[in-house]
């Protein structure tokens, strides 16, 4: 075995130490650079898929004389669960959707804004929004604040903090907090949205209803998504209940568990909606 001589070691020794240097000092590619604005979580970090209950990829609005009952029982709390979230959040939404195709400047805070107008389809509304990003590096953060002004809003928004929120460096989890916006004056917290959308066919949103002196206060609605596995569930803090429904977006099948419908016994539908037995576990 041949000995390697002195200058060889040293040359192979300097070698190793310069590929190591490179390496640690390599970017890491989801850190953003210096005066790069932070990139805007997915608009999905905002908003659930629920069109499976009015586009099912079965037969459920085909006639038949089997019965849908168990389908139709989850389709209704559905609509209506859905036409809450809406109403608290389909604005704010709509308003950061836009962000999404809008160029950020960076300004004299040190902040990117987002700066564009928004007005809602029926032309009511028109809001003045100031969306600010930065980065909060001790933590691998970005910051979010979204400011609005509407005068004809009731009462008037100025400047008015609607909701706030962090995104972890790569967006793939983060949280939204909304304020109240009858009260203006006084930021009240009255809805969180904490959500999780690690890839296309994974994601989490807990939307927690965080309005102290509201009769639904600690109530909660989880909706997530596992590949082609879809599951709503709503917790009831009053009665410490907890509800699910549960669908396959692709074959169709499904079933609900919800304390007013049959007692509370799994009840489930095949591809077609129709009802079945539920399959053992």
């Not at 709509?94 to 004299?108: H, Y």
């Not at 969306?131 to 928004?157: C, F, K, Q, R």
Request: with cysteine; hydrophobic share 40%.
């Amino acid at each position: 075995m041949h000995k390697l001589s002195k200058s060889r070691i040293l040359v192979l020794f300097l070698t190793v130490v310069f590929l190591f240097s490179i390496l640690g000092c390599e970017k890491d590619l989801t850190e953003p650079e210096e005066n790069e604005a932070p990139a805007l979580p997915p608009v999905e970090s905002m908003q659930m898929d629920l069109s499976f209950f009015t586009n099912p990829p079965g037969q459920a609005l085909a006639k038949t004389t089997l019965s849908k009952q168990n389908f139709v029982a989850a389709a209704g709390r559905v609509v209506i669960i859905n036409a809450v979230v809406i109403l608290a959040s389909v604005v704010p939404t709509a308003i950061f959707a836009i962000a999404l195709s809008q160029p950020p400047v960076l300004q004299s805070d040190g902040k990117f804004h987002w700066i564009y107008t928004y007005t809602t389809p029926n032309g009511v509304h028109t809001y003045s929004v100031d969306l600010a990003g930065w980065i909060d590096m001790p933590n691998t953060e970005a910051v979010w604040d979204v400011y609005v002004t509407n005068t004809s809003h009731e009462p008037p928004l100025n400047n008015f903090l609607w909701y706030q929120g962090r995104s972890k460096i790569g967006n793939k989890q983060g949280w939204w907090l909304f304020h109240h916006d009858d009260y203006p004056d006084s930021l009240v917290d009255v809805l969180k949205i904490d959500w999780q959308v690690p890839d296309f066919t994974h994601s989490e949103l807990t939307f927690s209803n965080v309005w102290e002196t509201s009769e639904d206060y600690g109530d909660s609605l989880k909706y997530s998504v596992d590949n082609t596995d879809d599951y709503l569930t709503y917790y009831d803090a009053s009665k410490s209940q907890t509800n699910t429904i549960f669908w396959d977006s692709q074959t169709g099948a499904g079933f609900i568990e919800w304390f007013d419908y049959k007692e509370w016994v799994k009840s489930c539908w095949d591809n077609d909606q129709n009802d079945i037995e539920c399959p053992p576990m």
